[in-house]
């Protein structure tokens, strides 16, 4: 998607870590017209698949996720990081990990929204090692719902998680994949 490598490079920071900073349009500051388009590709290649729902975890992957979740006219179900009070006693849990904060959690989403009549499209803003990914896979599992896919907006393609996701059968789709960040430089496959 041209459009958002374009942003990508002009308004991404490179931080140390291969973190990459889209804060000013994408998970912080939020351009609106380039989630419409984000979202609109996303239908694109998924047009054609029975979706029901759209997963994805809190909190970053929530405004791509309601973006994509309008254009297919479905609900958005979210996993909520953490205990989560608010949540009733029936849910399906994973543990996941966050190398950014450096911190494991848990991802929990209520029974009540998910279950095998469900056919899932998981939806993130950044695929690197895959770990979250997993902890969904591992609920949709639980849950007996159907995945169709993973839709990414920028995967860390010289990290493990989209190698492993499509080596393991999962359709993974990604916007834009990069091959390298070294020297603060943006290179994509």
């Given at each position: 998607m041209d459009i958002l490598k374009q942003r990508i490079l002009e308004d991404g920071i490179v931080l140390d870590g291969?973190?990459?900073?889209?804060?000013?349009?994408?998970?912080?500051?939020?351009?609106?017209?380039?989630?419409?388009?984000?979202?609109?590709?996303?239908?694109?290649?998924?047009?054609?698949?029975?979706?029901?729902?759209?997963?994805?975890?809190?909190?970053?992957?929530?405004?791509?996720?309601?973006?994509?979740?309008?254009?297919?006219?479905?609900?958005?179900?979210?996993?909520k990081k953490g205990n989560v009070k608010t949540l009733d006693e029936a849910t399906y849990c994973e543990q996941s990990y966050s190398f950014t904060k450096k911190e494991s959690y848990y991802m929990n989403v209520s029974k009540k929204y998910l279950g095998p009549k469900d056919t899932i499209l998981i939806i993130d803003d950044f695929l690197a090692n895959g770990i979250a990914i997993d902890a969904l896979l591992g609920i949709i599992d639980q849950s007996q719902a159907k995945l169709v896919g993973v839709g990414i907006v920028i995967e860390k393609e010289f990290q493990k998680g989209g190698k492993k996701l499509r080596q393991a059968g999962v359709r993974l789709e990604s916007?834009?994949?990069?091959?390298?960040?070294?020297?603060?430089?943006i290179i994509f496959s």
């Open positions: 291969n973190i990459l900073k889209v804060d000013s349009f994408l998970n912080h500051q939020i351009d609106t017209h380039l989630l419409d388009d984000i979202g609109e590709e996303f239908y694109r290649l998924f047009k054609d698949e029975h979706i029901t729902k759209i997963l994805t975890v809190e909190s970053s992957g929530i405004s791509v996720a309601c973006a994509v979740g309008r254009i297919f006219k479905v609900p958005v179900l979210f996993a916007l834009a994949r990069i091959i390298s960040m070294e020297n603060g430089n």
